[in-house]
């Protein structure tokens, strides 16, 4: 899929500016990339010895690459202070392993129409995107779709649950 | 003097499955004001076993649900005559019944059924109407709906839009992504439910064609979204739009050609198009940094009404497809969205946020002025009946999802849920009249 590539520049003006994030424009500059064979999936040993593997860090549950969710206030869709950190090891990460591909899925509560849920949660999938973008992962890394309020992980109708519901998973496609 | 119909056959969808229970109907509030009508049983003069629908008791049921009448129970009739020649209209009288209708069903020939009918006024003795209509056996419920129909048209003078069909997405199973998503097509008192697609990932925003015979909605079969068109008849279905980003709320033209839909014009900017069907060539409508969503045609087909937060919250916006300016439509309370138009273009139906609580919303297209119509906490995705009655929504209830209906000022209102637990409805679209 043909990704634009944007101006870090016009990135930094307009990232925390919720509500008005759409006004960036697509710049020819484009952000440096490295021609990277693709990676091959992990061959299955047929060595009977058991097989040593190292915890990656997406799965270590002492790294903060662990978590792969961000939460985001009611009917909006800019990121929150909190997860500043979260998103930037996520950037790191990408930059260091360049082959490694993300989805970002965006959704949102149940408390809106489906059709505007569908472009609010993509509104939030292209803030965490910009924001990864902004710390210089290569565009062609990531994709992002919206499920909106579908796919809640909370069923109840209440903050408790609209809380955890509104969110930005980022989903690693090729671990 | 009988007035004969076309044969109705059995209206045969292209179902993955029929599996489903059928939904069940609770008139949640009624008016005080509903006409006592009596619709006595049908006489079976057809050699062999009485078939499973009972015809009396469909039309009664349907003309009950339009909260203009009350069918009365048929255990406290006094009579139960099936020609004309044996009423006795006193007996009638004394219930206070205002209208009544007989009928018995005959043998037609090949297995066809002739299914005659009479409605009289009691007070006056008069009858109304007699009529004869030719069905299949699986035709039967059908010809019931056709019949109530014209029983409803005879005395409010408004069309029935009993004989139609409604669409909604089933969704069952556990939170987050075990769920699994049907779309299903189910006459308009949710019998006969029927799967046409089925999905382990989402199924949104259905829209019915003008003729009543294709569906469109959003798939995310692929894990993207994307737009299908399907015959509910053949089941043949074609994707129409599967681009880089939104793939989103299509909508028919009312001249069935091009279908309106939401599509991203950069990463992260929802935008209207309108697609010709037939060359799939794409118009761009609206140039917004903000989200246009949910778009719906004017009943002429010149405009088109959306959703848009570009004055900071989401509002109803009108758009001449002839050029112009949007106008903004909607001003009162910080969110109105999913704009649905009576048929005769005069009401729009719409989402209203009231204290953080999502409700139903009419409004006045000539007044401006709105009429809220529901007091649920999560009430969306408003369809009109095609006779502009009534409006079919999704509500929540017991923490399931269920359908509810209520008339446009808001008098009757009722429910359709699905008697298993875990099963939500989504998402109703009430379709068009049909010529049969």
Not at chain 1, 56 to 84: A, G, Q, R, T
Not at chain 2, 21 to 47: D, N, R, Y
Not at chain 2, 254 to 262: E, F, K, M, Q
Not at chain 2, 364 to 370: A, D, M
Request: with cysteine; glycine share 8%.
């Amino acid at each position: 899929m043909k990704v634009l590539r944007y101006g870090l520049m016009a990135l930094a003006v307009t990232l925390f500016a919720a509500g008005c994030a759409k006004t960036v424009k697509p710049v020819t500059a484009p952000v440096a990339t490295t021609a990277v064979p693709a990676s091959t999936a992990p061959a299955t040993s047929t060595v009977a010895a058991p097989v040593q593997t190292q915890l990656s860090p997406l799965d270590d549950p002492n790294n903060i690459l662990y978590k792969k969710v961000v939460y985001f206030d009611f009917d909006k869709s800019n990121i929150k202070p909190e997860f500043l950190d979260l998103l930037t090891a996520h950037a790191k990460y990408l930059i260091a392993n360049p082959n490694q591909k993300i989805r970002i899925e965006g959704y949102t509560d149940e408390r809106g129409t489906w059709e505007y849920n569908i472009a609010l949660g993509d509104r939030r999938a292209q803030s965490v995107r910009r924001f990864l973008l902004f710390q210089g992962v290569n565009p062609d890394q990531i994709s992002t779709v919206s499920y909106g309020e579908a796919h809640a992980v909370c069923n109840e109708h209440n903050e408790g649950c609209w809380s955890q519901n509104r969110r930005a998973v980022l989903v690693y496609l090729n671990q | 003097m009988w007035r004969r119909f076309l044969l109705i056959v059995g209206l045969a969808l292209f179902p993955l499955s029929a599996s489903h229970a059928v939904l069940e109907i609770q008139i949640t509030k009624g008016v005080s004001t509903a006409v006592p009508v009596a619709i006595v049983p049908f006489a079976w003069q057809v050699q062999g076993p009485v078939p499973n629908t009972d015809v009396a008791a469909v039309i009664g049921a349907d003309l009950t649900r339009s909260g203009r009448f009350k069918a009365i129970p048929v255990k406290s009739m006094l009579e139960k005559p099936s020609e004309a020649s044996a009423i006795n209209f006193t007996n009638w009288r004394i219930l206070a019944v205002n209208d009544l209708v007989i009928g018995r069903i005959k043998p037609a020939g090949n297995g066809n059924y002739q299914v005659e009918f009479q409605l009289f006024n009691v007070y006056t003795g008069q009858q109304l109407l007699g009529l004869s209509v030719l069905t299949t056996p699986q035709g039967l419920r059908w010809t019931a709906h056709k019949i109530s129909d014209l029983i409803y048209q005879k005395l409010t003078g408004q069309r029935g839009a009993f004989a139609t069909r409604i669409a909604y997405v089933e969704v069952s199973g556990k939170a987050g992504k075990d769920s699994h998503y049907a779309l299903v097509v189910a006459d308009s008192d949710g019998a006969n439910p029927q799967t046409i697609f089925d999905s382990n990932e989402p199924i949104m925003s259905p829209a019915w064609s003008p003729d009543g015979k294709y569906l469109t909605y959003v798939s995310f079969e692929n894990q993207r979204p994307a737009i299908y068109w399907q015959n509910i008849y053949t089941g043949r279905r074609e994707l129409l739009s599967e681009r880089p980003g939104l793939n989103s709320a299509p909508a028919f033209s009312p001249d069935g050609r091009s279908i309106a839909l939401v599509l991203s014009s950069s990463p992260g900017n929802p935008d209207i198009y309108v697609m010709n069907l037939s060359t799939h060539a794409l118009r761009r409508i609206t140039h917004s940094d903000a989200i246009d969503t949910e778009p719906v045609w004017s009943p002429d087909g010149h405009s088109l009404y959306f959703t848009s937060d570009r004055g900071g919250s989401p509002q109803i916006y009108k758009l001449s497809l002839n050029g112009g300016k949007p106008q903004r439509i909607t001003f009162d309370g910080s969110y109105n969205a999913q704009a649905r138009i009576s048929p005769d273009g005069q009401i729009l139906a719409m989402v209203h946020r009231e204290s953080g609580q999502l409700h139903i919303a009419v409004m006045n297209l000539s007044t401006g002025s709105l009429l809220t119509l529901t007091n649920g906490d999560l009430d969306k995705s408003p369809s009109f009946a095609p006779n502009g009655s009534m409006i079919i929504y999704e509500a929540t209830y017991h923490n399931q999802g269920v359908l509810e209906e209520v008339s446009v000022d808001g008098q009757v209102h009722e429910r359709l849920s699905e008697s298993q637990s875990g099963v939500s409805l989504h998402a109703p679209v009430w379709g068009p009249f049909l010529s049969q």
